[in-house]
């Protein structure tokens, strides 16, 4: 499984930006995608995950500003990301579980920076 994520960007304090993550390969083996992020100095922690029978989770930090959706197809998720706060500036990186091997491949992260 190959992922490509697209959508970062500048954006000012309180707006918003989507987050694209295309899947290609044996998508049939992703079990769930996650969106992560890293900012400077702190670790990657999770923002949100979506699983393959619809189950979705959020951090708290995330939760009603942040919307992950998938399509039907398991091959794209997106994260829809408003009220941008300066303190969601991180590297964002999308993740994929593969089924086989319980374990996490990830894209290449995109840049998310809010400012004041």
């Known amino acids: 499984v190959q992922l490509q994520a697209s959508g970062g960007g500048l954006v000012q304090a309180g707006g918003s930006l989507k987050l694209s993550c295309a899947a290609s390969?044996?998508?049939?083996?992703?079990?769930?995608f996650g969106w992560y992020r890293q900012a400077p100095g702190k670790e990657r922690e999770l923002v949100a995950s979506?699983?393959?029978?619809?189950?979705?989770n959020y951090a708290d930090s995330v939760k009603g500003r942040f919307t992950v959706t998938r399509d039907n197809a398991m091959n794209t998720v997106y994260l829809q990301m408003n009220s941008l706060k300066p303190e969601d500036t991180a590297v964002y990186y999308c993740?994929?579980?593969?089924?086989?091997?319980?374990?996490?491949?990830w894209g290449q992260g995109t840049q998310v920076t809010v400012s004041s």
């Open positions: 979506i699983t393959s029978s619809g189950r979705i």
């Open positions: 993740g994929a579980l593969i089924v086989r091997t319980s374990s996490w491949v």
């Open positions: 390969g044996s998508i049939f083996d992703i079990n769930a």
